[in-house]
């Protein structure tokens, strides 16, 4: 086990004043994922899911600039209100997981924590690079998991907002 496997390559957490149901409905509805992250263009459930449970295929398609590229993602961990994640390959080499950890906290709002673990090698990395037009590393990924938090902080809250006025 390297230490990408265990350690993330990058976090990034936000306090969202929403149920965290609410905020776990909203990340693991994956074809909307298009709306909070500033890459990633759209998501489609393989094999006839229609949404996630552990081993649920999706492919993914992502955009950086004129550049685009197609991923497929495996969900991993699927625990309603808790977590979620999943593992993502291209052309059938491993290259990262996404996890969101959702914590309730005392408010009624909770905790999320967006992490990258990285399980690319060297040359999966260079190849990435030219593919997607970044390195992908965590510089980058902290800026779009931030964008992605706070779209979804908005998007929870509002949602949260409707539901009890």
Known sequence: ?????????????????APADTVWDLISDLPRMGEWSPETRRVEWQGGAAGPTVGTKFKGHNAAGAKKW????????CERGRVVSWDVTAYGLPVSRWRYQITPSGDAGCDVTEQMFDHRWAPTKWAGGLVSGSDHGAAHNSKGMEE???RLK???EAQSRGAAG
């Open 1 to 17: 086990m390297t230490q990408s496997d265990t350690l993330p390559l990058c976090e990034v957490s936000i306090h969202i004043d």
């Open 70 to 77: 197609t991923t497929t993602g495996t969900i991993a961990e």
């Open 148 to 150: 992605t938090l706070q």
């Open 154 to 156: 908005a998007a929870a």
